[in-house]
């Protein structure tokens, strides 16, 4: 992998494999056991200056626990070849399975973070979180509200500082 | 201006000019006078299934009155040669003074919207609003809190569906 200087590299694709749910973001326990959870919604930018991730997350998620603990995740982008395994980590709960073994994906120590990353993915993230935002039922779209939100469990959103960032290079593949 | 059928072909762009505070938020009052504020902070993404523009707006700021009224907004990105004009219309409020007279900025109607867009931007978006979240004091991080938050007033967070967007081609210029 190779680290990346600037973000903005990499906005576009990763926009583009959000989109299709290839995004995977990695959380640790206090034993230092790493879970990973797929996701299909984020966003890009800049807020209060600084680069950042923000990811949305359910409270009855275990990565929302995670999180919660560590005040930090990584995001990892998968290509098409690990279509099935990305469907699977968005499916099954880390609280029963230990996905980095089901899925035999490789976790890789962070330079800043206690989350890891995902040795397989093509980019990836390394994100310390420095805001959190409780999505409230008063203030959403009704047809928004229906089509998501019918058993509550409304997100929680997770600003998440962009510390640095990476690309699969020839050179990895 | 050219319709862009896919926002993800400006998104690279569009953060690069946003983080140089070069993006300019539209809105309209009830007597369909507009209004320009310039923004520095924002994200794109996708949010419940949708392509979105966040946007952060103050309370305190006209901007919010009028996104509270309509419930829509446009993003106006401008390139260098209106580093002036864009300059002022972060500094002043359009309760005062009408920023389009001043600037001789040129409004032009939206197709799906009731703010306005901006003719002499190289980019721009529709977005109407499906979601909105308050940042709340006890879930930021103390340092953003300190530089950011001295005065209270926290940001409002708008979720703007993209409905639209646009670039201006060669032809245009």
């Given at each position: 992998?190779?680290?990346?200087?600037?973000?903005?590299?990499?906005?576009?694709?990763?926009?583009?494999?959000?989109?299709?749910?290839?995004?995977?973001?990695?959380?640790?326990?206090?034993?230092?056991?790493?879970?990973?959870?797929?996701?299909?919604?984020?966003?890009?930018?800049?807020?209060?200056?600084?680069?950042?991730?923000?990811?949305?997350?359910?409270?009855?998620?275990?990565?929302?626990?995670?999180?919660?603990?560590?005040?930090?995740?990584?995001?990892n982008?998968f290509?098409?070849k690990y279509?099935?395994i990305?469907?699977?980590?968005?499916?099954?709960?880390?609280?029963?399975?230990?996905?980095?073994?089901?899925t035999?994906l490789t976790?890789?120590?962070?330079?800043?973070?206690?989350?890891?990353?995902v040795e397989e993915s093509i980019?990836?993230?390394?994100?310390?979180?420095?805001?959190?935002?409780?999505?409230?039922?008063?203030?959403?779209?009704?047809?928004?509200?229906?089509?998501?939100?019918?058993?509550?469990?409304?997100?929680?959103?997770?600003?998440?500082?962009?510390?640095?960032?990476?690309?699969k290079?020839?050179?990895?593949?």
């Amino acid at each position: 992998m190779e680290k990346i200087e600037d973000y903005i590299e990499l906005v576009k694709e990763t926009i583009k494999f959000l989109r299709e749910g290839k995004v995977v973001v990695c959380s640790i326990d206090k034993n230092n056991k790493p879970n990973l959870m797929t996701i299909g919604w984020g966003s890009i930018g800049i807020v209060w200056g600084e680069p950042v991730f923000i990811i949305f997350i359910r409270p009855s998620r275990y990565t929302y626990e995670l999180i919660e603990q560590t005040g930090d995740f990584t995001l990892n982008v998968f290509d098409d070849k690990y279509k099935d395994i990305i469907n699977y980590c968005g499916t099954v709960s880390g609280r029963n399975i230990d996905k980095f073994k089901e899925t035999k994906l490789t976790p890789l120590k962070s330079k800043y973070v206690r989350s890891p990353l995902v040795e397989e993915s093509i980019i990836s993230y390394e994100c310390k979180v420095i805001g959190k935002i409780d999505i409230k039922p008063e203030m959403i779209a009704k047809e928004i509200k229906e089509k998501i939100y019918k058993s509550g469990d409304y997100h929680r959103l997770y600003i998440g500082k962009i510390l640095t960032c990476y690309k699969k290079t020839i050179l990895d593949i």
